[in-house]
């Protein structure tokens, strides 16, 4: 191998190379020869991370690999989590995953240049892609013309390794990591492996390149709830005057999960004029899990006893449900009177006696495979630069979930409602571990869905050399083909005999059908198992219980207002130009200036629910299903210019201002209404549905940057950043009545206008300067505030944050290489934020818009490797050391919604190099 800094020149100008690829029409790769660009090293990855970023065109940070299969976090998203402006969530199996830029979720995702999606959706599933396989991440926060449109956020390139990547010969790495969470109580693993060869062939040179990996990760995350607030004064004698929830429980998200990936690439430069290539991927995600569920329906209880109440009281209009209630309608036929005012404390605690326990499993079996294959060329000659790429892609995804509930009557159950951010509950002597007279409650809940998305695409690009202030023209095209099908059922008979009618133990089933719970959570009757319907059983016989309950065997039809078929076909082309002035003085003065047309033809078919017009026969007539096809034609011209001012080698200042877009998901666009009609009339039921008439997101951005580059890997930077959206999407919950029953329904919907605006501020450098072992520590720091406001005028949001947004998030890292010793310790910050509107939730009067909210959440990671050979490192890792977890409240922080027990985990890995 060369030296370390002649690998970091090369590797960055591949990363230069290929992110202009994610321009991602690959913009014309520039004429010269890589010898080598492998980066070796958490300085050397660091230096090319902010090599590409000082010399790219476009506001960005980069992420490259420390070697071949190592990553410097263990998954994409969680390496992701360290760039400036982005945040990202926890998901149901406690991967990192949903990467958001500076507080916008509409992000654009492409590998090694071509767009990537999972299933029907806009978004990719970063968590899909194991990070060993990448050699790097860019993340790109301003827009130019040859940039893919469809991210109103930015963009996510993630770059695969390259045969051209590696030195002539054989290159190649083995890497195997075994990790202990402290939640699930076990040890999963993964391991992979890279092998790639680089010979002449003739007057040139071919490359061939595989990489396979595979994980098995077994997860737990345990959840603890409060159900929705509501006057105690409709619920059981003595509630009067208090707000309590509608019900209490918890879940436990347990199971285990597979994800295999190999990728492949092929590389010939026949002259240096010319490259053939060809690349494919496969990757795959298998889970069978559940989610069990211990449930208490307070509400239902026959009385209440020993309750307190918290000083925080208020007047509230209250609905003869105890919900929210009504402004009324004077102008109604007849006049519709307001519902009464009362007036009430938040609760506290209290006691509910005889009331409805309920144990359930939802038995999980979900899958993810998609491939993408593609060819190309690329043809350098003077100033003349061509590529063309072809590439398909299909991604398949399935889920099945089978539901069974059990209940029995629960004595009493001490709730308390706010035990320092989340709820806590007891039942007195664990009734819900014991098999006794437990009975089928509710129905066989069965949701079923199977997804594919399939896209072919074809792109061009170009580019000629000037001499002169205009240093370059660059210009392509696009073509992009996308066909979506959804499938879906959810729905099931009821419990034999009626709800609660039927005892388990009287009907013929095996008697290891109720097993005790897998796990547990804390905060439940101090941590204590219960009984529950077994996982495996449920979803290998169920038509079994499809006889149990009345149903016929085999699964049921696909549900028409689920289904939807969407064809969409983009063409887009752009042309911009390059510009350079150099001035006496030394600075310089560069950028681009130009434009992306864009045109969209869609076409989705769903069935929506059409009420007639009424006649005199049925002045009320009901609602009827019929089908529906949308047919919409969009144009867009999305402009853009950047500059960047270079006073010296090391100082350089940037501005940029582009129009950028991001298209409905497919599922919103469905005009399909789904709910359950409900069992149990003491909660409110939920239901969702899509709106055909959404339109694309548009945003007018603008970023002003200072960037300083001292000494090796050594920088500083500050961004300001202005977002004006229109037409943003957000996802809205608001009662409707269907059929006489009010249902929570969840609806997307277009907001008008808002604005984002922000600091960036970032930093990282090795202190050199110290003497002997203290010159290998580094330390790297970012801080972002995202501030945000809807806009819309008249609007239920109006003056409100976007959702989703923390206005401050941080990075604070301590590095350390030197003498084969390797290590990080960094900590990642986001503040508080809000997720749905809450529409109908019981507030005081004048509150204004309310939100599910959740609290602010940090999390401290640490690595530490040693390189017991040039070829042979051995690491361990840790993530989640604070054991962070997520709280969310309803409205304000006196009424807790969940929590939720992020895992902690400790890891060991071996990589091998040759």
Partial sequence: MGTVDGILRWSAALALSTTSAAYAQSTPAQSGEIEEVVVVGLRASLEAAAEIKQNSDLVMDSIVADDIGKFPDNTTAAALQRVPGVQVT???????????????????????????????????????????????????????????????????????????????????????????????????????????????????????????????????????????????????????????????????????????????????????????????????????????????????????????????????????????????????????????????????????????????????????????????????????????????????????????????????????????????????????????????????????????????????????????????????????????????????????????????????????????????????????????????????????????????????????????DANEQAYAGYLQGKYLFEFGNGWQLDGLLGGRMVRTDREITGTGTITPAPTAEEPDPPAVLTPVTTDTSDDDFLPSFSARLKLSPDLQFRFSAARTMARPAFEDLNPGLTYEVPINANIRPNGFGGNPNLKSQRSDAFDLTVEYYFARSNYVSAALYYRDIKDRIVDAINPETIGGVTYNITRPRNVGSAELQGIELAGQMFFDFLPGFWSGFGAMANFTLADSEITTQDDVLEGEELQGVSKYSYNLGLLYEQSGVTGRLIYTHRSDYTEALLGGLLAPLGAGAQFNGVRDNGRLDFSLGYDFTDYLTVSIDGTNLTQARYYSYFGNESFPHDVRDDERTFGVSLRARF
């Avoid at 051209?164 to 083995?174: C, L, N, T």
């Avoid at 559940?290 to 239902?300: L, M, N, P, R």
């Avoid at 499993?361 to 495979?369: L, N, P």
């Fill in 90 to 564: 926890v998901n149901d199996n406690n991967e990192i995953a949903n990467p958001i830029i500076r507080g916008i979720p509409d992000i654009l995702t492409t590998l090694d240049g071509r767009e990537i999606f999972t299933g029907v959706g806009r978004e990719f599933a970063f968590q899909d892609l194991p990070a060993e396989a990448l050699a790097g991440a860019d993340v790109f926060k301003s827009s130019n013309a040859s940039l893919i449109e469809g991210g109103v956020a930015g963009v996510i390139n993630l770059r695969l390794h390259k045969p051209f990547d590696f030195e002539q010969g054989w290159s190649g790495a083995v890497n195997t990591r075994g990790i202990y969470g402290d939640n699930v109580d076990k040890v999963s693993g993964t391991i992979g492996g890279l092998v790639s060869n680089r010979w002449n062939a003739g007057d040139g040179e071919m490359g061939a390149l595989l990489n396979v990996s595979y994980s098995d990760i077994d997860f737990d995350r345990p959840i603890s709830f409060n159900c929705d607030p509501r006057s105690g004064t409709q619920g059981p004698p003595g509630g009067a005057g208090a707000i309590l929830p509608t019900c209490v429980g918890g879940l436990n998200q347990y199971g285990d999960y597979q994800r295999p990936q190999v990728n492949a690439a092929f590389q010939w430069k026949p002259s240096d004029e010319l490259e053939i290539y060809a690349d494919g991927i496969y990757t795959e995600y298998e889970s069978r899990w559940e989610t069990d569920f211990i449930f208490s329906d307070i509400f239902a209880a026959q009385n209440i006893t020993n309750l307190t109440t918290t000083g925080r009281c208020d007047s509230y209009r209250v609905n003869d449900a105890g919900f929210q209630g009504s402004e009324g309608d004077p102008e109604a036929d007849p006049p519709e009177p307001p519902d009464p005012v009362q007036s009430l404390c938040v609760g506290q605690a209290a006691r509910f006696n005889n009331v409805p326990g309920l144990t359930s499993t939802q038995a999980r079996d979900s899958g993810t495979d998609q491939y993408v294959i593609a060819t190309g060329v690329r043809w350098n000659s003077g100033s003349w630069h061509f590529d063309g790429d072809v590439s398909y892609e299909r991604s398949h995804t399935e889920n099945r979930i089978i539901i069974v509930d059990i209940g029995k009557q629960v004595a009493t159950v001490d709730v308390t409602i706010d035990d320092d951010k989340h709820g806590t509950t007891d039942m007195a002597g664990n009734p819900l571990g014991v098999a006794d007279d437990f009975r089928f409650a509710n129905s066989l809940f069965q949701d079923l869905n199977d997804a594919v998305g399939k896209q072919f695409a074809v792109a061009a690009n170009g580019a000629y050399d000037l001499d002169g202030w205009l240093s370059q023209i660059q210009f392509g095209v696009r073509y992009a083909d996308r066909d979506s099908t959804f499938r879906a059922f959810s729905g099931g008979p009821p419990a034999p005999g009626g709800n609660r009618a039927t005892l388990v133990s009287s009907v013929d089933l095996p008697s290891n059908f109720l097993v005790r719970s897998p796990s547990s959570i804390s905060y439940i009757n101090g941590g204590q198992h219960w009984l529950t319907p077994t996982r495996n059983f449920l979803l290998d016989q169920t038509d079994t219980l499809r006889a149990l309950y009345g149903a016929p065997p085999g699964d049921p039809d696909w549900d028409p207002t689920r289904n939807y």
